[in-house]
């Protein structure tokens, strides 16, 4: 008898005897141990774990959390419904975000509007009460690690990630009040990659690709070249490892877009523009400069360009697959502008030949239903692009339009990428050539499923669903497949990690 049957039945029992409404837990059963002891007591914690019996059957874990002290008067709410602001001092709601409510903002509310911050982005403003729902306060705590007492590890007792929804949603996101997170996740992801760091980019022994995917390419040949540069870029990944079929396999990546402007500034435009709708640049972190565009600052207020910090992303990954020798020569990007410039930026890295153009596909724009309660502005054109001095196929056709004004069903949302995709694939094949799809954090689980599903002509019906991951995908998350069988691999480059902060106020130097 496991102890969550002994725990299940006990529960069971104190309820009929109390004539109380107690539900047991059946999902997994958790044991706290609070950090703030007395250092007196410690001889005695450490003696009392060695008093404790696991049943046979268990999978224990420690895992450290935290949580934001700023917020210890506060409840958690999690947004159950998407908001877009239509004024300054209101809140973005994304679903699935948690959002911080002091306990007496409903009740003083007289339209049920209320303040509160988002987890997510850490801005505060006004929402509406309605578009949220009470959950644990241990739902927003942050997990740094989780480590294995290693107690038969098996399927039927792990606890799976949808049953804590701080893992399945939002542990990965960076805290900004996590003390050592980005050291720690740093280490871990070092650890995993250590062989690349070592051997690839210090020593430049071998390459990635024999570290990650058991092939291997002359490291030396391929230093200096940019992944346009001739066909002799791609014949030194195909041809001068192993040459075994695995080798002539292509690559097909997707990745999300980089930081966003109005997720880091918030409503920036009505500040941002003066009253001849000329762009004011209010920080180092935003850009330079913004291409002309019909609709000027209101289309900009709903299609947001990328912080300077989001460009960098994605000249980084660009490089990191430069280095790698993974050459790209077909870049498909969703038709928002901080997806064109993404790609931009990614070809910029990548050290790309100039015939190594964006193609701009509205296809692989996300779920239109999230932005139908504000409205979407529309898409910038090729003509508005290339002036703007971003690298797009003037002649490329998309496979899908998008109507900016009408919704659309989650099944319409999952076939319009889908028909990108598989197109993209048939179209390249021809000419071969590795493939990258840049657009949004379901970009990545879109491609998966539209490549496994490639050719596929069982009857079956699909399971279209968000997914339960969509708020774990990171700026410049990178996602890899392999074709002849399909197949989700490991990357062919690390990933990286980055946290976000506060404006510096020099004042503060006065004090000193």
Not at 429 to 448: E, K, P, R
Request: aromatic letters at 10%; proline letters at 4%.
């Amino acid at each position: 008898m496991t102890s969550k049957t002994v725990i299940h039945r006990f529960i069971s029992k104190l309820g009929f005897l109390a004539a109380a409404n107690v539900n047991a837990q059946t999902k997994s059963l958790h044991m706290s141990l609070a950090y703030h002891f007395d250092i007196s007591a410690f001889d005695s914690l450490k003696s009392l774990t060695g008093e404790l019996e696991f049943p046979e059957l268990s999978n224990w874990e420690i895992r450290l959390y935290s949580r934001d002290p700023r917020f210890t008067n506060h409840k958690v709410y999690k947004v159950i419904q998407g908001y877009t602001p239509k004024v300054c001092d209101e809140l973005e709601l994304v679903i699935g975000d948690y959002v911080y409510v002091e306990e007496s903002e409903f009740d003083s509310s007289t339209d049920g509007w209320v303040r509160g911050t988002s987890w997510l982005t850490g801005l505060s403003g006004y929402l509406p009460g309605i578009f949220v729902q009470r959950t644990a306060d241990s739902d927003a705590w942050t997990l740094h690690r989780a480590f294995s007492l290693g107690f038969r590890n098996c399927m039927e007792c792990k606890s799976s990630d949808s049953e804590t929804n701080t893992e399945g949603e939002m542990s990965n996101y960076p805290h900004e009040d996590a003390a050592a997170l980005a050291h720690e996740k740093s280490e871990e992801t070092y650890q995993e990659w250590e062989k690349y760091w070592r051997e690839v980019q210090n020593d430049r022994s071998e390459s990635v690709l024999r570290i990650t995917q058991g092939t291997s390419i002359d490291w030396k040949s391929t230093m200096g070249q940019g992944v346009g540069d001739s066909e002799n870029s791609t014949e030194s990944v195909t041809s001068s490892g192993t040459g075994t079929e695995a080798n002539n396999r292509r690559w097909f990546f997707a990745m999300r877009h980089g930081e966003r402007v109005d997720l880091t500034y918030g409503q920036w435009v009505p500040f941002c523009f003066d009253k001849n709708d000329t762009y004011i640049r209010k920080d180092l972190n935003m850009p330079l400069h913004l291409p002309e565009r019909a609709g000027g600052s209101a289309s900009y207020a709903k299609d947001t360009p990328l912080t300077r910090v989001g460009r960098l992303q994605a000249r980084l990954v660009g490089e990191a697959l430069r280095l790698a020798g993974v050459p790209v020569t077909h870049v498909y990007a969703s038709a928002a502008l901080r997806c064109v410039e993404t790609a931009h930026n990614f070809l910029e890295g990548l050290q790309a030949d100039p015939s190594v153009k964006i193609k701009v596909e509205p296809g692989l724009f996300e779920f239109k239903h999230w932005y139908m309660p504000g409205g979407m502005a529309p898409f910038m054109t090729l003509r508005e692009l290339h002036k703007a001095g971003y690298n797009v196929d003037l002649k490329y056709i998309p496979h899908v339009e998008v109507d900016i004004e009408v919704s659309e069903t989650l099944e319409q949302w999952y076939k319009r990428n889908e028909t990108v995709i598989h197109s993209a694939v048939r179209e390249t094949s021809a000419d071969g050539g590795n493939v990258i799809f840049i657009g949004h954090a379901s970009t990545l689980d879109l491609m998966v499923y539209a490549l496994k599903r490639f050719g596929w002509k069982r009857s079956e019906p699909a399971n279209y669903q968000i997914s339960k991951n969509l708020l774990r995908v990171p700026y410049c998350a990178l996602g890899a497949m392999r074709d002849n069988p399909w197949q989700v691999v490991s990357p062919p480059c690390p990933p990286s990690i980055n946290s976000s902060s506060g404006r510096f106020d020099w004042k503060i130097l006065l004090d000193v």
